[in-house]
């Protein structure tokens, strides 16, 4: 069965470094999406991403985030300067459309030091 | 603004009975999604079942099923003859239709049941 891949599964960075996190949608899907979950906590969205822009984001995804689809196959979100609050599991998804389902790769683990 | 409740934090069951986990949701929409993911320790989530909120007949997906009671907001999955396996956290989640004054994508989780069963 097709999967959504993460990578690295593990990322340990210093505060204030740039941070890229990778992600391979599934092959047919045409909508992307980043959350995240703080160790403890419920999942939450960050952005939607259709026909390569934005389509929606919520109040986490600021001016320090942003995502790409450098290519026909990645999906990247990327974190322009990290701070301790950013430590989560980062989890990508994708679904064939909108209203389809959303599969869930194995997450990043990001740790800021 | 929508919300996800997830009342019971912690449940365990015996191996092949019979669980119940509660959601309840708010929302003045008519039309949406909810579903439920599995979460294992080893924290990838899995989608278990899904429903449409204009589909009156509850979703049923093997040894899974929903109780959907939309005038009641509320969602629960039934686990049957559980097994060591389904030892997970288990997320309830509200999406509203992707589109004009619709969500675009935005899943709405609850804060989760850790659910243990034991042998």
């Known amino acids: 069965e097709p999967e959504v891949t993460q990578t690295p599964s593990h990322q340990v960075t210093q505060m204030g470094q740039e941070v890229i996190l990778r992600c391979v949608p599934i092959s047919n899907h045409l909508y992307f999406y980043w959350y995240r979950q703080i160790l403890g906590q419920k999942v939450e969205f960050l952005v939607s991403f259709y026909n390569n822009e934005i389509s929606e984001k919520s109040e986490i995804f600021d001016d320090q985030f942003s995502v790409e689809r450098p290519d026909g196959s990645n999906f990247t979100l990327k974190i322009r300067s990290t701070k301790l609050e950013d430590s989560a599991m980062y989890f990508c998804a994708s679904s064939a459309t909108g209203n389809q389902p959303q599969h869930f790769g194995d997450g990043t683990r990001l740790s800021i030091l | 603004a929508q919300t996800v409740t997830q009342s019971q934090p912690e449940m365990s069951v015996q191996e092949a009975e019979t669980v119940t986990l509660s959601c309840t949701y708010d929302?003045?929409?008519?039309?949406?999604?909810l579903f439920w993911y599995k979460q294992p320790p080893s924290r990838q989530m899995i989608l278990v079942i899904r429903q449409e909120a204009y589909k009156q007949q509850n979703a049923t997906e093997n040894r899974f099923s929903v109780n959907f009671q939309k005038a009641a907001k509320s969602f629960s999955l039934k686990i049957s003859d559980s097994q060591l396996g389904d030892t997970a956290m288990y997320f309830c989640?509200?999406?509203?239709?992707w589109g004009n004054g619709g969500s675009q994508g935005n899943l709405i989780f609850g804060k989760g049941t850790k659910l243990s069963v034991k042998p």
């Open positions: 989640a509200f999406m509203k239709p």
């Open positions: 929302t003045s929409e008519n039309n949406y999604y």
